[in-house]
């Protein structure tokens, strides 16, 4: 048997897509580089003829789409997950090229699942959205005009996976076993409880903590372990 | 003044387009990576009204774009040509991937026009089209289904151009000055005026001679001081 290969373990998310030719398109792009899985969160019409029609003969990708009702369904069981997004943020995420990004997507899928996630046509993602995302992947573009097609940024994404895997075998290995996104959203829902009933964090405005919870945990790209051993030390708390 | 950036010796050239929707998303996918120069041969809708919507922003690209009668005018001036090709070819022309091939055009970009031709969606270029130019240019795809969308293939190479800006002082430069395309096509046609009148060719069976010579003279990339010797050879011969 052979391994699995990593352009299965990368799946692309396409949230709040408007246009559902733009989600046949990207499911066509997506099958001109050798990917197949799609997850849609909340799109405005699908299914749909137009995007029928735009995935040319990447039909069996829009049968086989998972449609979500949020991003966090869509993200379930992946390890890292990459916002792909025209405009800087102020979060304190790692920012890679789509050059580099790519690397570092496919280097994860070599044993984790990842997504690489996209916003809808006009606003692109949300701070919410991006903040559940571990890095962010920014494609280099005319300073003046940087807004390319969402089924268009997909296709460059998926091309530089593509070229990626050619250098596979350099990128290092990580050493330990990543956490996945649903593993670092029990810790941070764990925190949070503790943080309450504590009375550090008034469960009314929980804004800001959350947001700065979820920034570090991406940042740090926990480990499963890691996850074991924080979790462990708040329920000792907890006593 | 500033020297000319290399994006501006750039052309785009789409060589007999059928949807105007492809038209509009190309000026699009230009515009994002900061080149304006469109060259459109026999498109069979042009102007229109889906490739304006397409076009997003990019109307001033679709506005002062050329619309020409062949693929001889639109390579007019340039001095290398790529054609952008997913199937492998008979021809002895160079062949380059994407990211080799943006490199190759981009360091020709400092000194001389350049065309980057993409054919046609269903049947991309005919072989007449890409002997016409220099090199071959082939984006990496899934040998099972590598049908990129025209538009997605034109945001792929003119990504990759911007990609190759940042390392364009590494390039070699050439040491002579390249010969345009027009100078190419008169040595060709001097040498086939001579090859008739003296018995060699016969005009009615033109086909492998023209198209013999024409790889011969794509591989050799001939400097404009070389032009003007073998023309000055044709014409002793002649006397």
């Avoid at 993602?125 to 992947?137: F, G, N």
Wanted: with cysteine; hydrophobic share 45%.
């Amino acid at each position: 048997m052979n391994p699995p290969h990593p352009l299965d373990k990368v799946r692309i998310v396409l949230s709040h897509t408007s246009h559902p030719g733009n989600i046949g398109a990207a499911a066509r792009a997506m099958k001109t580089m050798g990917l197949d899985k799609l997850y849609l969160v909340n799109p405005k019409f699908f299914p749909d003829k137009e995007a029928e029609r735009r995935a040319a003969g990447a039909w069996e990708i829009l049968n086989t789409a998972v449609v979500c009702g949020s991003l966090d369904e869509a993200l379930k069981e992946t390890s890292l997950a990459a916002a792909v997004t025209a405009r800087p943020r102020d979060l304190s995420h790692e920012v890679f090229d789509a050059r580099q990004g790519a690397r570092e997507v496919l280097g994860n899928a070599r044993q984790n699942q990842v997504a690489l996630v996209f916003g809808n046509e006009t606003a692109g993602l949300t701070t919410a959205e991006a903040s559940r995302c571990q890095i962010l992947v920014n494609i280099p573009a005319n300073p003046e005009y940087s807004s390319l097609n969402l089924a268009s940024a997909v296709q460059v994404m998926v091309y530089e996976l593509r070229m990626a895997l050619s250098d596979l075998a350099s990128f290092p290995r990580p050493s330990g076993v990543a956490a996945t996104f649903d593993d670092v959203e029990l810790l941070y829902r764990h925190l949070e409880r503790l943080a309450i009933t504590r009375g550090f964090l008034n469960p009314e405005e929980p804004k800001r903590f959350e947001q700065r919870m979820r920034r570090l945990f991406a940042r740090a790209r926990l480990e499963k372990e890691e996850v074991n051993m924080l979790r462990g030390i708040l329920s000792a708390l907890e006593d």
